[in-house]
């Protein structure tokens, strides 16, 4: 059973096949659809028992790093802050088979969009790793 | 759907007594999913009586009030359907004459590994009813959530309401899902699925003289063998040619070369006897330089023989078999094998991982680098991933010395 992130971008990520305004400029009653329709994507993982997680990030971002001995760390929000890739919220899943990920996911940008009518979002799909092999490597 | 009180809760009551209760309940008709509801039922109020008046016979006592709670449950349910006549047609027949504990097992096995079912349905559905393990335990073994381990069983259960499950199942799914169960649980705290997965193949061979029942559970055991072995104190990764073959477990060696001679001696070969035939031929070397490998390749043979195009239904038998060739027939012959193996496993980090070790057979160790680089690349597994980054490093000469001591684990 391996489990998968179902990644959603803010920004990022292949040429939208439908490109359309952020969400703060739609129509409430599209807003509304669009948020109803995440809940209910999952609880439908939970009602198939295939749910692990489910979280979602705020837009700011901050880069970090080690500042050397005695110093503060050091941050900046990035050289290209417009166009680079930014993670907006997952969901963890625990499915039978890469299919079944990628079926998820493709239902998940089927969310509905301005006027109602899917969104047609790009999901990034990643393997979660397990801690360790269960029988001997080669 | 009630959860199973604690294990010891009934202290000296033996672990099996669940199943087999279970077993007997739907055997005569009941319902998979309400038997079991009523079966924890009879088992909480078992907790309350039991300390004071202990039964003469603990399967007896709960099967009857489980009984007693099935009836219950289909009178209100009769009356509130108002059918008084299919009431009377619904009362459980009288109990048969109890079958061994082997035979309860088997059908047992056989209504949680229904073809119909999804394997991690089958397998979550196993280890709740045949293996007796709660929800948690099962929903940490496999790192989900309770509530999500929790629909799985109940989805399963429903799938098989209203189903006849008194026909003999299909073994060949009952020993994938034990597999299963060995092969992609996790050892928690509170249990080690691969420890149960072999008591539940141990007790398969009790209930079946099937020879593959047998190659199972020695192939499990032959493999579990090694586990004290196969991680290094800090949990890297010690690959099989550099284990401290004084760490496996010889009691366990000894029962599964036991249990597979038993198996082959039925001259029924299947695929679980073979690989165990070779499990025991690693088991039985005493260093890593004194592996049969002769003798391995022949069982690879019989092993990628079973399909009629094995490297698409068999791909990682064709992949243990050009490491047999190349220690056979030298590295050269072993790469030229994995190469028909390119179109269907290139993408994965094991054929790329065997490249490496065949590479550094034949002593290119740039190769080896570059194909131990890859396989890291497309490792599923934290502990793989960084072992094949050290072998990388390792074949380039840029040893890290954090690593030494990994290389070669100290003998106790």
Not at chain 2, 26 to 45: H, I, M, P, S, T
Not at chain 2, 115 to 130: D, G
Not at chain 2, 179 to 208: K, M, N, P, S, W
Not at chain 2, 257 to 271: E, H
Request: aromatic residues 6%.
């Amino acid at each position: 059973m391996p489990k998968y992130l179902l990644l959603k971008h803010y920004r990022g990520g292949p040429e939208p096949h439908r490109p359309c305004p952020p969400i703060d400029q739609w129509a409430p009653e599209d807003v509304e659809a669009h948020m109803a329709f995440q809940h209910h994507v999952s609880e439908l993982l939970q009602q198939n028992g295939e749910f692990v997680d489910a979280q979602a990030l705020t837009p700011t971002r901050t880069w970090v790093r080690y500042g050397g001995p005695d110093a503060a760390p050091v941050t900046t929000d990035g050289p290209h802050p417009e166009t680079s890739d930014l993670v907006a919220g997952w969901w963890m899943i625990d499915v039978e088979s890469y299919e079944r990920a990628l079926e998820i996911a493709a239902y998940a940008s089927s969310e509905p969009g301005p006027g109602g009518t899917p969104l047609y979002e790009w999901i990034d799909v990643r393997e979660v790793m397990w801690e360790r092999p269960r029988t001997d490597a080669a | 759907m009630s959860e199973r009180p604690e294990p010891g809760a009934l202290r000296g009551v033996d672990r099996d007594l669940i199943p087999r209760a279970l077993a007997g309940l739907v055997r005569r008709g009941e319902d998979f999913d309400a038997a079991e509801d009523a079966l924890q039922e009879a088992l909480l109020e078992a907790l309350r009586v039991w300390p004071e008046h202990p039964p003469r016979d603990p399967r007896a006592w709960l099967t009857a009030v489980a009984t007693r709670r099935l009836v219950d449950a289909r009178r209100s349910e009769a009356a509130r359907q108002r059918r008084e006549q299919a009431l009377q047609e619904a009362e459980p027949r009288v109990d048969a004459p109890a079958p061994a504990a082997g035979d309860d097992t088997l059908f047992l096995l056989f209504c949680c590994c229904h073809p119909e079912l999804a394997p991690a349905s089958q397998v979550a559905l196993t280890l709740r009813a045949v293996g007796g393990l709660t929800t948690r335990e099962i929903a940490d073994a496999f790192y989900v959530p309770e509530a999500t381990m929790a629909q799985r069983i109940s989805r399963a259960k429903r799938s098989l309401r209203g189903r006849r499950l008194d026909q003999p199942g299909d073994l060949a799914v009952v020993l994938r899902v034990l597999y299963l169960v060995y092969t992609t649980g996790h050892a928690t705290d509170r249990v080690d699925l691969a420890g149960e997965a072999i008591r539940l193949a141990r007790q398969l061979t009790l209930a079946t003289d099937e020879p593959e029942a047998r190659g199972l559970l020695a192939l499990m055991l032959l493999n579990h063998a090694r586990l004290p072995a196969r991680f290094d104190a800090a949990g890297r990764i010690v690959t099989l040619d550099r284990q401290d073959r004084g760490l496996w477990d010889t009691r366990e060696i000894a029962e599964g070369v036991r249990v597979l001679q038993s198996a082959l001696a039925l001259q029924r070969r299947g695929r679980y006897q073979i690989e165990a035939a070779i499990a025991a031929l690693h088991d039985d070397a005493a260093s890593a330089e004194q592996t049969d490998w002769p003798q391995i390749l022949a069982w690879y043979d019989e092993l990628v023989a079973l399909g009629a195009d094995p490297v698409r239904q068999d791909p990682a038998a064709v992949l243990g078999r050009a490491v047999a060739v190349g220690h056979v027939h030298g590295p050269a012959a072993g790469l030229r094998e994995t190469e028909r193996l390119r179109e269907v496993l290139g993408e994965r980090h094991r054929w790329h991982a065997v490249r490496g070790h065949l590479y550094e057979l034949a002593g290119d160790l740039p190769a080896a680098a570059g194909a131990y680089t890859e396989a890291a690349r497309r490792a599923t597994t934290v502990a793989e991933r960084d072992h094949l980054i050290r072998q990388a490093a390792r074949a380039r000469g840029h040893e890290a010395v954090s690593d030494r001591s990994a290389r070669r684990p100290p003998r106790r």
